[in-house]
């Protein structure tokens, strides 16, 4: 099925910029995809719109939610160029802030936070503080924070752009081999085309002004890579 269906949709922003479309796409459950264009294209625009983060000025966004997780914020984690985490609040803590929005009771919320951890490869780094971590770390501390709710739909927002090249690098494979095993609709935002060539199995190219598709290329893997 889809997970992700945009129709005819088009986003103005309150300073009159058309930012995006109409734009129409699709994203079937389990995918991988990559929104690959310019800065000002309007990739995060189109991610914020599928987050519900920001509503379109016209045109349908819709998301298909798993039975009994009504609310967005179960189906979807975003992970931001920016891993954005509190400074006062060691690694663990920073993970489990979603799960305290949903209202998890403590003991399943720990067990998840481990099992998260454990997904980014953190387990051992669970009491350290943002400012003992490389780069590389708070990124996975974000993914981990994005994962912990298990949701179905993850959208990365140029999540490695401001790693140097074999950080990032690490983290496309470790990302590749987390997409494998936990099969997950992926919708990420790139503007390297390496990167959105690596990492997915569809490539969708956006040019601006406003914001649409102009070309689209699905990769073919017959053999596993990574
Ligand atoms: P990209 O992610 O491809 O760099 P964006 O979606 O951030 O593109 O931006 C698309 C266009 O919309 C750009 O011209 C940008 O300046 C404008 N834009 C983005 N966010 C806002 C906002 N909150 N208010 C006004 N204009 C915005
Ligand atoms: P990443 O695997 O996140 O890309 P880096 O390349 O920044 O990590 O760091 C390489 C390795 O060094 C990490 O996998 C980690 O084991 C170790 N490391 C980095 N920062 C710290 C730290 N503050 N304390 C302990 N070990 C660290």
Known sequence: ?????LRDVTKVYDNGVAALG????????GEFVSLLGPSGCGKSTALRLIAGLNAPTSGTVRVSHRAGRARAGQTIGFVFQ?????PWANVSENVRLPLKLAHVPVA???????????????A??????????????????S???????DPDI?????????LDEITRFRLNNDLLSLWRNLRKTVVFVTHSVFESVYLSQRVIVMSSRPGRI???FRIDAPEPRG
Do not use: C, H, W
């Not at 109409?22 to 459950?29: A, E, Q």
């Not at 993914?143 to 709710?149: I, N």
């Not at 993850?154 to 401001?162: G, I, N, S, T, V």
């Open 154 to 162: 993850l959208l990365m927002d140029e999540p490695f752009a401001a």
């Open 82 to 86: 920016e891993p954005t985490l509190m």
């Open 1 to 5: 099925g889809l997970a992700v269906s």
């Open 214 to 216: 102009s070309a689209e």
């Open 143 to 149: 993914l981990a924070r994005a994962l912990v709710t």
């Open 124 to 141: 051992e780094f669970a009491g350290a503080y943002p400012r003992e971590l490389s780069g590389g770390m708070k990124m996975r501390v």
């Open 22 to 29: 109409p734009l129409d796409l699709d994203v079937r459950t």
């Open 108 to 122: 399943e919320a720990n067990a998840r936070i481990g099992e998260a951890l454990a997904q980014v490869g953190l």
